[in-house]
């Protein structure tokens, strides 16, 4: 049996937050969302509680906290947001995947966060699949297979 990997979200908005949470809460991981401001998902949890009665989910104001946790970092903040973020969470998101939905190319992030494995994930213009790419292979081959079962956990839903 694989071991429950822990993932932290860090989204700009409640909404980014809860489509990721949405996706991620029908498979075995621990989530957590991360805020930098004290009760800023207080009623994000709540919904989600009420959605999701068998998720782990915690909500933490400390995203340095959250990403020591975390076993996968998801990025899902504007590009301008990135530097600010990074410097929170570099020395705990060592060896770690973070992965960035931005849609500006991550050699930027790679640098702030030089000793994490950075994967962007982006849509593919003119198709409805997602392109993951990176410079770990093992990452890219991770985020990957998330992404599909997500995919697939998405179909067997609707």
């Known amino acids: 049996m694989a071991l429950k990997k822990t993932i932290a979200i860090i989204a700009s908005t409640n909404e980014k937050a809860a489509a990721i949470v949405n996706k991620l809460s029908l498979d075995n991981f621990r989530l957590l969302i991360l805020s930098k401001y004290a009760n800023q998902f207080r009623k994000l949890s709540k919904d989600i ?11 933490i104001d400390c995203m340095k906290d959250g990403c020591w946790e975390a076993d996968i970092i998801i990025l899902d903040i504007p590009h301008d947001e990135e530097t600010e973020v990074a410097a929170l969470i570099k020395e705990v998101a060592t060896q770690k995947i973070v992965l960035s939905f931005s849609e500006n190319e991550n050699n930027e992030l790679q640098n702030l966060l030089k000793y994490s494995k950075i994967v962007s994930a982006f849509n593919t213009p003119g198709s409805a699949q997602i392109s993951v790419c990176g410079k770990d292979h093992d990452a890219v081959l991770e ?16």
């Open 49 to 59: 509680a009420s959605n999701h009665p068998n998720v782990e989910l915690e909500i």
């Open 143 to 158: 985020v990957s297979g998330i992404l599909k079962n997500l995919a697939q956990n998405k179909a067997q839903v609707h």
